[in-house]
């Protein structure tokens, strides 16, 4: 059975400053917690690695931010394991500065405006992942590209987006609406 770790909305970089005094620990313990990720992926047998967006919490992170990613990022692919990224509205790929101009570790970053397919051969047979970088200025219905292909494996769509239910939370312009 093909084995992935998924995850999103980490936020590298980000202030914590509603942490008060507290908040340059929280941000260290954040970015300790992201390094363990290759360990992780070991530990948990996992064949791939998903990340559905919103690595950093802004455009431009800061140099320590930056090279933490790409140094984990790094560590999984060479123990075996492919990277998946998709940019969230954090860290937009829209954005004329944005942290996915130069490669990372070796991920694999999304960034066409409609869905483009990624296979890799795993330990456990083939996976296509399907992903898209969210421009409403480009494609203005993102959801209707995708067409799966006929292909042997296990097919995963990997996307980053907000569902509106919270009369809290309001959901921005460069935001994916699912």
């Known amino acids: 059975m093909l084995r992935v770790l998924h995850l999103a909305d980490v936020h590298i970089g980000a202030s914590m400053s509603a942490f008060g005094d507290a908040a ?6 954040l970015l300790d917690a992201f390094r363990q990720l290759p360990e992780l992926a070991r530990a948990e047998d996992a064949h791939a690695v998903l990340v559905a967006g919103d690595v950093f919490d802004r455009p431009e ?40 101009t130069e490669p990372l570790g070796g991920a694999h970053v999304f960034l066409g405006a409609a869905f483009e397919r990624r296979s890799v051969h795993t330990a456990a047979g083939p996976l296509h992942v399907y992903g898209l970088a969210y421009d409403l200025g480009r494609e203005d219905a993102p959801l209707a ?26 959901i921005g312009r460069n935001a994916l609406r699912l």
């Open 24 to 29: 340059e620990s929280r941000r260290r313990a």
């Open 61 to 100: 992170p800061d140099a320590e931010s930056r090279a933490a990613v790409a140094e984990t990022f790094a560590r999984i692919v060479e123990d075996g394991r492919p990277v998946f990224v998709v940019p969230g509205n954090h860290d937009s790929s829209t954005l004329l500065r944005h942290p996915w």
């Open 145 to 170: 590209t995708f067409a799966r292909d006929d292909l042997a494996g296990v097919h995963v769509v990997l996307l980053h987006g907000s569902v509106d239910f919270s009369p809290h939370w309001k």
